[in-house]
């Protein structure tokens, strides 16, 4: 009895959710161990570059072109058909095309590499060395190219609806991680070896676990010639085309904030708000364990017809997001200060306003995040995609125009503002139409999400 309701929909979803609570407690309480580490190995500046060219080097995650996310999808719907055919074709031809994109990648950034001047684009004083600047860049790059084809292997275990195997994973990279940063402190490394030992333990294990998935865990999968094919490498990117858009507007949003500031005010001010930053991100801890569960079991759930799960699974999901991000913002706003005082030193300590903005900011993005799980398993992203990268380009316009008059503030401002105006009711609308056309929706679903939009 127990061993079939831990093989049912429900049983994989709470074992994702069990093992991802361990995984999750464990990752935010080395995140909050390493961050003072490293703020205080490397000083306020140092932190700031190393911050800027972390966050500037994943717009390459662009490069994916979207064929992560939608292999997701694709495994599955062949899970829920049985077919494991179709679950090797397109897993051969994700592997390909991630990793001749990768390799194209690398060859033009070898070519133009001499060319770009990384101190003046981030700011940089001369206190630090312009070989130092640019190794830092290119380790980050390396683990970020490297990682494209590594990524898949998350997206395999989500498909299967196995993320607890892969909660595992990501618990042990923590894990590494911390012990490699300890390491590199201790050798007094330079700040791009630092970088290499305190983030690239998660690049190497995937690796290491998609060896172990097509070789002997999952055979079937495993990539052969017969599977290569324009059609199925076309479908991929194809389907993979908003997920892309999304990728890019998500890029934007989360990535320039760092590179912004440091531009316009110096690497010293990218600090207290990275570290707000990082903060307000364990405000989407609840949702980073439900949704990666949620995600194939919305896509096996609409493969297999099952639309009222789907219902109402959503209006609980949005209901406990708003609840959750609500009581954490009011928690941020209150504590914030003394806590990141006592964290991560003084010149990480941002102003109350800022605070007040993340705070606001952790609501909005929680909504429309379990929102855009929905849409991201049935394949509704096009639409998404598109209003993601006009609210992306008013984001970063208004960045740009607010950080000259209002410091930081105009930063979190910007990226508030965008969604407000550009995202928020439409993508909203969409939810709605897609619960309407799987069946009749829950009333307390639209409710709910009216309710969520008009109190932020």
Known sequence: MVRTWLQSRGGRIAAAVSSGVVARALS???????????????GPERYGVWATVTSTVIFLNLLDLGIAATLTNHIARSFALSDKHDAAKYTTNAIVLAMLVAALAAAVLSAIW????????????????RAEVSATVAAAVALVLLGLPASLT??????????????????????????????GMTLRVSMPVLLAMATGWITLLNLCALAALLLWTKAW??????????????????????FFLIQIAGAVVFSSDNLVLSHYLGPVQVTPYSVTWRLVGLSAALQSLFFPALWPAYAEAYARGDHSWMQRTFRLTMRGTFAVNTA??????????????????????????????????????????????????????????????????????LSVYLVQRVAALGVIAGTILSYLLVLVVPQTLLVRSVLRTSGEPPGGCVVEQRRAVASQ
């Open 28 to 42: 935010s309480f080395i995140a909050f161990v390493s961050l003072p580490l490293a703020v205080r190995y490397l």
């Open 114 to 129: 001499p060319h770009i001047d990384w101190v003046s684009l981030f700011n940089v004083s001369g206190a630090i060395p």
């Open 154 to 183: 998350g997206r395999i275990f989500a498909g299967y609806q196995e993320v607890h195997r892969y909660n595992l994973i990501t618990a042990a990279a923590a894990v590494a991680n911390l012990l490699g940063l300890i390491a």
């Open 221 to 242: 999968l495993r990539p052969c010639a017969a599977h290569l094919g324009f059609g199925a490498a076309g479908e991929l990117l194809s389907s993979g085309s908003g």
């Open 328 to 397: 954490f913002a009011v928690a941020l706003v209150v504590f914030g200060q003394p806590l990141i005082r006592w964290w991560a030193g003084a010149p990480a300590v941002p102003s109350r306003l800022l605070l007040a903005a993340m705070a606001l900011w952790a609501v909005i993005s929680g909504c429309m995040t379990a929102e855009s799980c929905l849409l991201a398993a049935v394949n509704r992203t096009r639409e998404q995609g598109v209003l993601s990268i006009v609210a992306a380009a008013v984001n970063l316009a």
